[in-house]
Structures are given as structure tokens and as C-alpha cells.
């Protein structure tokens, strides 16, 4: 199939650059002036729920009728996401008891734990415990953490990440390179299948690749989530996290060795073992629902209307704050994700510009990504287009502020063939691309192409790269860990000419443009590779 696609892409390259016209150039003009704009205190942060949030959305339906590009969803540019914010108040401790022995966490400090739930209260007495290994239900793998057990009522407790993490061997999974049965979303959502009343994750830096102290930002805050009223699913009572120290003590208080059990989940016999032990604890819950928008304008293709390439941005960032050292608490957002909702501005006026292109283009600029990409959540769940007529996603988060780069690096290499795509036309622009740099982060999961992904749609995700065209690699990685040090989710975040340097980012939306131009106009239909765990949804409904 790849030689295939190769063959397909060098076809139409050929014929493409047999046309009369060249594709548009973009320059910084096209992109400056509305991540300036985009960044700006006016906008306040582009915090859905807020000023901000109408603000944002009335700027961009704006520019797209500007563009003369038609409204996304039907006679309208924007789709209501209806969503529900809900701020869990544990208890301060939670009570574990094993025979005659007792173990009191306390909140914060030794666990973290919210819920999905909107009842005003909930508790949990004497629910049991069952340790359920790295909670993964994987077919392709020949691997289920749940066998020969239920769950229904207990609270399973499972590691972080998936088996492969730090063995080295890339057949178990995919070694160090995180599958989505890693990811954190993954535990909860497989414990909801299962049954159970609630789920911790053991806590451990290494393949959580973040500290403790990211998962303690969510105690008591209010967390959004899809409001799902009138077609409602179960729910944990709780999600949460416990550390590494109290999940040793849980395990030593059961008979179990951590090192002897770690082993033993790595494997795919494994079987979840009971823990022999309760645990009780309760929350009140706080729910509040409100509508946010995502906002979508279309351009019709010229021959095949009914097949649709989607790009993505999402507008959203982190609004009014805690104020920095200097007093600034507006968490401007510029570099994230003024910067790539300015790409898709520039690159919805650049389709529009050149000839109309055989199939539709439509640009999706979407909310709430900074709170768990409901935005994209919500269209994948309710897609205004059909997956099954959405050739791919083209997803934009972050444009590169540093200078020219002879690279890109690709987000979850090995996925799906649009990175073949990707390298043919970074070889005609004299560039290359390579692997992410940290895959056990798992960020082809962290962002909104991954809800494409999730029903099937080959999604495209590539980060900047590191390789400065004058300076070279070890540059580029001081100004990328000098950004997440500094201005990363900050109020530093903020459009500064004197720091900033677009002429990178021109090179990387010409790029994206160039992908997107060429399926626009191609009748290629790009799928998964072999070894994606996106694969089989897509086989399930394409023919």
C-alpha cells in the first residue's frame, strides 16, 4: 500500500506541476497580523464561557465571511458545543482497610481525585479493590487486564502507560513509544466499559512523563466536560490518581510485591488479583452547564463536493488568571494557539485564492482543547461531515516562532500514510522530517486530531522541529525547552516581534498547504499503517 501511495503522490505531483498556476506563497504577512490580533488583551485569553470566548468566535466567522468562504454547518459558521463545567469537592482523606489493618490518604498529598457525575453527593464505603495491571483491553495485542473477573461496584487500580514503556522491546506494543492504551484517558474510559465505580492510576514520573504536582492542579478545580444530558452513559463515581509511595503501601498491606507485580502485568497471562482490601471516602459536586462554539466554514469542491479534507486549529486558551511575577494574569496564548489558529486563517484565504480544488476544504477552528479537546470531541461525536466522506485531518497546535528549520517532527510516526504524504513534500522543499523527540509524552494523543483519529480519520500532527537552519539541532532545542520553561501556558505567552521569527512558520503552513492542496485535488484516499491502533475502525466502515 505504501508503494502504492508513493507512486500515487509522484503521479500528482507530475501533473500538479504540469498546471499553469503555482500553488499560493505564503509570506508573514499572511500569518502576523491575527496572531497579533488573536493574542492581544482584547481577546482576554480566549477562555470559553467568557467575554473572550465571543470575542474570538465573532472575530473569526468574520474573517471567513471576509474570505467569501461559506458558513460549515449548514447556513451557519458556528456548532454549539454544549457542556457542563463540574468542580469535585472530595472529602480530605480516603480510609483503606485490610482485615483488621487501616491506611487513612490524605487529599492532595497522597491522591487526587474528581468525577464525571453531576450528583450533588457521592460516596464510596467498604468498596473493594482489585489491581487490574495496566488496565488494557487490546485484541491486536491478544491482551485483556480484565479477564476472568468482575469489576461491577470495585475500584481497580492500575499502572501508568502501557507494558512496552522501558523494556526496550518495540514487539510488546510498541516499547518505549506510548500506544493510546497508555494514555491516562485510556484507564478510565476501559473502567467505564468494564463496569467499575472507580479508577486510580498509579502515579510514576517516568512513563507519566510529568510529575506528581501536575496531577495535584486538580484538586477541588472545576473541570469542563461534554454535556451529555438526555443521552446519558455510565460513569465512574470517580477518576483519579494515587502516588507511587501510597500504591507500594497498598500493595505491601495486600501481600504484593510492587516489583514481583509489575512483572507479572507485563505479561500477557496476567490476571487481575484482588486486593483484599476496602476503601471509603465521599465528594460533593458542584455542576454548571453552559454552550461554547466551534467555529467552521466550508469551501465547496468543484467536482467531488462530498469528499472533505478538514483542517484544525483550536482558538481557545486559558483566559484571566493568576497573576505572574509582573501582576500580568492574561494568559494571552500566542505561540498556543493564536499562532495555529492563525495558519488556518491564512490557510482557509489561501484555498480561496487559488483555483477551487476538486474536493471540499473545510477549516474547523474548535473550543476547549486546553480542557480535555472537547471541542474536537464534540464534532467527532456529532460530525457535520461524514466520517466515512472525511478523507483527513490536518491539525495545527503551535507554529514554529524560532527561524527557519530543515525539519519537522512528526507526531506518532508509523500511524497512518499521510506522514508519506508529509516527506514527499518536504523532499520538493529540500527539508526532512523526524520522529518526535519525547514518544513516551504520547502527544499524537494530546491533541484534537487524536478525536479524528478516535473514529477513524487519518490525522496529520507535526510539531516544530529542532534542526535551525544556521544554527543547527542543539539551537533549536535550547529555544523549544526555553519556551516551555518561560511562556508555556503562561502570561509570557504573548506575541513579541523582537523575539519571534515567522519566517519558519511561513515554511511550515507552506507545508501544510502543499498536503492539503495535493488530496484536495487528488482521489487518493491515504489509510492507516498496519501496526495503528486506528486501523481497524477505519476497515470497519470503509469499503
Not at 480516603?94 to 487501616?102: D, N
Not at 474528581?114 to 457521592?122: H, I
Not at 469542563?224 to 460513569?235: N, P, Q, T, V
Not at 469551501?299 to 483550536?314: F, K, R, W
Request: aromatic letters at 12%; proline letters at 5%; one cysteine or more.
Amino acid at each position: 500500500m505504501k508503494n502504492q501511495l508513493i507512486a500515487a503522490v509522484l503521479i500528482g505531483a507530475t501533473l500538479w506541476s504540469c498546471g499553469t498556476k503555482e500553488p499560493y506563497q505564503f509570506k508573514v504577512a499572511d500569518l502576523e497580523p491575527s496572531i497579533q490580533k488573536l493574542a492581544s488583551d482584547e481577546f482576554m485569553g480566549r477562555m470559553p464561557f467568557t467575554e473572550g470566548e465571543e470575542i474570538t468566535v465573532n472575530y473569526l466567522e468574520a474573517e471567513f465571511k471576509n474570505m467569501g468562504l461559506e458558513p460549515g454547518n449548514g447556513d451557519s459558521y458556528f456548532q454549539d458545543v454544549p457542556m457542563v463545567s463540574i468542580q469535585t469537592i472530595p472529602a480530605s482523606t480516603m480510609t483503606i482497610q485490610s482485615g483488621t489493618e487501616s491506611l487513612e490518604l490524605e487529599g492532595l498529598k497522597d491522591y487526587v481525585i474528581w468525577t464525571q457525575r453531576t450528583d450533588p453527593e457521592l460516596s464510596f464505603e467498604d468498596a473493594e479493590m482489585v489491581f487490574a495491571g495496566f488496565g488494557i483491553v487490546a485484541p491486536e495485542y491478544g491482551w485483556d487486564d480484565y479477564k476472568n473477573i468482575d469489576v461491577t461496584g470495585k475500584i481497580v487500580v492500575v499502572l501508568v502507560n502501557d507494558p512496552g514503556f522501558g523494556t526496550e522491546d518495540v514487539s510488546l506494543f510498541k516499547g518505549n513509544t506510548m500506544t493510546y492504551y497508555g494514555r491516562w484517558t485510556y484507564k478510565y474510559e476501559e473502567a467505564i466499559r468494564q463496569g467499575a465505580l472507580g479508577c486510580l492510576i498509579v502515579h510514576n514520573t517516568i512513563p507519566a512523563g510529568y510529575g506528581f504536582n501536575v496531577v495535584q492542579n486538580n484538586w477541588n478545580s472545576p473541570k469542563l466536560f461534554l454535556d451529555d444530558r438526555g443521552k446519558e452513559g455510565y460513569k465512574l463515581a470517580f477518576e483519579g490518581w494515587v502516588t507511587l509511595p501510597v500504591a507500594n503501601k497498598l500493595f505491601e498491606m495486600a501481600g504484593m510485591n510492587e516489583r514481583e507485580m509489575l512483572a507479572k502485568a507485563r505479561k500477557a497471562d496476567f490476571q487481575p488479583v484482588p486486593m483484599n482490601m476496602k476503601a471509603s471516602s465521599s465528594m460533593k459536586v458542584n455542576a454548571t452547564y453552559s454552550t461554547s462554539k466551534n467555529v467552521v466554514a466550508k469551501l465547496t469542491g468543484a467536482e467531488q463536493p462530498d469528499e472533505y479534507i478538514i483542517y484544525t486549529a483550536h482558538w481557545d486558551h486559558l483566559g484571566i488568571g493568576k497573576p505572574d511575577e509582573t501582576g500580568d494574569s492574561i494568559y494571552n496564548g500566542a505561540l498556543d494557539n493564536a499562532s495555529g489558529t492563525a495558519a488556518l486563517l491564512a490557510l482557509a484565504n489561501a484555498f480561496k485564492t487559488d483555483p477551487t480544488p476538486k474536493r471540499s476544504v473545510v477549516f474547523l477552528s474548535v473550543t476547549a482543547e486546553e480542557q480535555g479537546l472537547w471541542g474536537s470531541a464534540y464534532y467527532a461525536q456529532n460530525p457535520i461531515y461524514p466520517k466515512e466522506k472525511t478523507v483527513a485531518n490536518i491539525n495545527m497546535d503551535g507554529i514554529n516562532p524560532y527561524g527557519k528549520m530543515k525539519d519537522v517532527s512528526i507526531i506518532g510516526v508509523g500511524q497512518s500514510e499521510m506522514e508519506d504524504l508529509l516527506n514527499q513534500e518536504l523532499e520538493k522543499l529540500g527539508r526532512y522530517s523526524a520522529p518526535e523527540p519525547n514518544p513516551v509524552a504520547g502527544y499524537y494523543f494530546r491533541s484534537d486530531h487524536f478525536n479524528f483519529a478516535k473514529i477513524g480519520i487519518p490525522a496529520l500532527y507535526f510539531g516544530t522541529g529542532i534542526d535551525h537552519f544556521e544554527k543547527g539541532p542543539e539551537y533549536g532545542k535550547e529555544l523549544q525547552s526555553n519556551y516551555t520553561a518561560q511562556y508555556y501556558h503562561k502570561p509570557s505567552d504573548e506575541y513579541d516581534p523582537s523575539r519571534w521569527n515567522l519566517d519558519g512558520a511561513v515554511d511550515d503552513v507552506q507545508l501544510l498547504y502543499n498536503v492539503g492542496k495535493y488530496l484536495a485535488n487528488s482521489s487518493l484516499w491515504p489509510g492507516w499503517k498496519a501496526t495503528s491502533e486506528f486501523k481497524s475502525i477505519r476497515d470497519s466502515y470503509m469499503n
